[in-house]
């Protein structure tokens, strides 16, 4: 693991999207697994800066997103095919046709989880996954005891979860779904490359759980440990719990390459 700690969650942010440029750049059509919520907003606003100013085109990059909330449809303003559309897609070059959010309206959601698995697989595989973390420890919607071989499904958000995320629903925890389709923790391992944020206090505990913890599903970001190629950007608040803060620093100030 790469952690890296800068000043604030913009700074963070837009190291984290040099390493999301470089590889649109060299990989035109690189298939980029996307997150949700407060936290890549930041990162979302400097892509599309990227985009604006410096010519950076996504033309031909595909994307699947990590989860959606079942039972909201596409155009409801909490779904998360709305806050895509709004804050990344429709202010760049994609083709739209080209990014796929899971459907929280799907009929049928076991057949709907293995096809989203099966398109991944033919799209040859996720290049770049982002990922925020959860207060606690989730990443997708793969709460805590969530199997470590998981793959697309639906899964019962924590109450933790759910009170977390009541702000995007008008603060009212009733409106929040119980239910969402989130990539597994398995399908998450099989990116090539990961790039985790994480701002604010109330990550503190769980990204040191996830950086210097014992992997355990009780705290489902731990199994990134294995895996071989993640960069954590995080804010002073969040490192602020991290028992081996000096080394880090070390590290990037010495970075070999
Ligand atoms: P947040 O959520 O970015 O809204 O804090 C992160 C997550 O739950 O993965």
Redesign the pocket.
């Known amino acids: 693991m790469d952690i890296i700690i800068l000043k604030d969650a913009r700074e963070a942010s837009k190291e984290a999207a040099k390493l999301v440029a470089k590889l649109v750049v060299e990989k035109p059509h690189a298939v980029l697994g996307l997150?949700t919520?407060?936290?890549?907003l930041a990162l979302y606003e400097e892509l599309v800066r990227m985009h604006k100013e410096e010519g950076l085109s996504f033309s031909k990059i595909r994307s699947f997103n990590l989860d959606e909330y079942v039972g909201l449809s596409p155009d409801d303003p909490a779904s998360y095919r709305h806050f895509m559309d709004e804050n990344f897609f429709d202010k760049i070059d994609i083709d739209k046709r080209n990014t796929l959010v899971p459907d929280g309206l799907a009929k049928d959601m076991p057949a709907f989880c293995e096809e989203y698995e099966r398109r991944i697989k033919a799209a040859g595989g996720i290049d770049l996954q982002i990922l925020?973390?959860?207060s606690d420890g989730?990443?997708g919607f793969n709460e805590p005891a969530s199997s470590f071989n998981s793959r697309t499904r639906v899964k019962t958000l924590a109450k933790s979860?759910i009170l977390?995320?009541a702000r995007f629903f008008g603060n009212d925890v009733n409106k929040v779904p119980l239910h969402a389709i989130s990539m597994g923790i398995g399908t998450i391992l099989d990116s090539r490359k990961i790039i985790l944020l994480a701002f604010g206090k109330a990550k503190a505990e769980a990204v040191a759980s996830m950086a210097e913890g014992s992997v355990s599903s009780s705290c489902p970001a731990t199994i990134l440990q294995f895996h071989k190629s993640v960069s954590i950007f995080i804010d002073e608040e969040a490192a602020s719990l991290l028992k081996n803060r000096d080394f880090y620093d070390w590290v990037n100030k010495h970075k070999f390459c």
């Open positions: 997150a919520g407060g936290t890549p925020g973390i959860g989730h990443i979860t977390d995320n």
